[in-house]
């Protein structure tokens, strides 16, 4: 079971999504504002893992949730609700951290498909791991368990989003290889995904800056009008 928030003011969109959810066995918490939406999530108690999210609320922008949510260290999805149709708005959304984007009117069972193939990917790395032996570090420290979706440096987490992280992992599959736009945006997002690359550069960027800060022994090198590597640093 999944714990979902739903904010969305409309009454007649939140009540059927918060129905369809409960049905699929998830815990729901609704809210028709973005501050307490935030508080919620950044919060924790319990953790959230999926935030469903609408841009046009009362009292703060949709986008700015997002981002707040995401400065304040969330990993877990979130899937922007919206009426704005225009390709600015789904950029920006995917830009600030949203996963993926549905524009209103949206079917039920495109939403469910969505909300499981998120929760999939992103419950993996919020799951408590099993008793194991540490893995070995690879690249004088820099380890990448994908079966565990866990990104470690000399042997400490490296918090990442799921769009993050598998940016890396494809990234690290073909390491000292460049990997195309098209290529990154295909696999990580999706093949019908129609946004501006903008949207990888920006995950790119926040990606660098974790792994800089981190001290990795790696840097992603950006291949001009082609793509991106990963390059293991010397010294």
Same mark, same amino acid.
């Given at each position: 079971?999944?714990?979902?928030?739903?904010?969305?003011?409309?009454?007649?969109?939140? %009540?059927?999504?918060? @129905?369809?959810?409960?049905?699929?066995?998830?815990?729901?918490?609704?809210?028709?504002?973005?501050?307490?939406?935030?508080? &919620?999530?950044?919060? +924790?108690?319990?953790?959230?893992?999926?935030?469903?999210?609408?841009?046009?609320?009362?009292?703060?922008?949709?986008?700015?949730?997002? &981002?707040?949510? @995401? =400065?304040? *260290?969330?990993?877990?999805?979130?899937?922007? /609700?919206? %009426?704005?149709?225009?390709?600015?708005?789904?950029?920006?959304?995917?830009?600030? *951290? +949203?996963?993926?984007?549905?524009?209103?009117?949206?079917?039920?069972?495109? /939403?469910?498909?969505?909300?499981?193939?998120?929760?999939?990917?992103?419950?993996?790395?919020?799951?408590? #791991?099993?008793?194991?032996?540490?893995?070995?570090? %690879?690249?004088?420290?820099?380890?990448?368990?994908?079966?565990?979706?866990?990104?470690?440096?000399?042997?400490?987490?490296?918090?990442?989003?799921? $769009? =993050?992280?598998?940016?890396? +992992?494809?990234?690290? %599959?073909? &390491?000292? +290889?460049?990997?195309?736009?098209?290529?990154?945006?295909?696999?990580?997002?999706?093949?019908?995904?129609?946004?501006?690359?903008?949207?990888? #550069?920006?995950?790119?960027?926040?990606? @660098?800056? $974790?792994?800089?800060?981190?001290?990795?022994?790696?840097?992603?090198?950006?291949?001009?009008?082609?793509?991106?590597?990963? =390059?293991?640093?010397?010294?």
């Amino acid at each position: 079971m999944a714990t979902v928030v739903v904010v969305e003011d409309d009454d007649k969109i939140a %009540a059927p999504l918060v @129905r369809t959810l409960e049905r699929d066995g998830h815990a729901v918490d609704r809210f028709d504002q973005g501050q307490p939406a935030v508080d &919620r999530v950044v919060a +924790a108690d319990p953790q959230v893992d999926l935030v469903l999210l609408d841009l046009g609320l009362p009292d703060m922008d949709g986008i700015d949730v997002c &981002r707040a949510v @995401r =400065e304040a *260290g969330y990993l877990g999805g979130i899937i922007i /609700l919206t %009426a704005r149709d225009g390709e600015l708005d789904r950029v920006v959304g995917l830009d600030t *951290g +949203a996963d993926d984007y549905l524009a209103k009117p949206f079917g039920l069972a495109e /939403l469910q498909a969505r909300t499981r193939a998120l929760l999939r990917r992103s419950s993996i790395n919020r799951a408590p #791991d099993p008793p194991r032996a540490e893995p070995r570090p %690879a690249d004088g420290g820099l380890h990448i368990d994908v079966d565990a979706r866990r990104v470690l440096v000399r042997g400490v987490d490296v918090p990442t989003t799921t $769009k =993050e992280f598998d940016v890396l +992992a494809l990234l690290a %599959a073909r &390491r000292g +290889a460049v990997v195309s736009r098209e290529t990154l945006i295909n696999e990580v997002w999706d093949e019908n995904w129609f946004g501006s690359t903008k949207t990888l #550069d920006n995950t790119v960027g926040r990606l @660098r800056g $974790k792994l800089e800060g981190a001290d990795a022994p790696v840097r992603i090198t950006a291949v001009r009008g082609v793509g991106f590597r990963l =390059e293991t640093q010397d010294g």
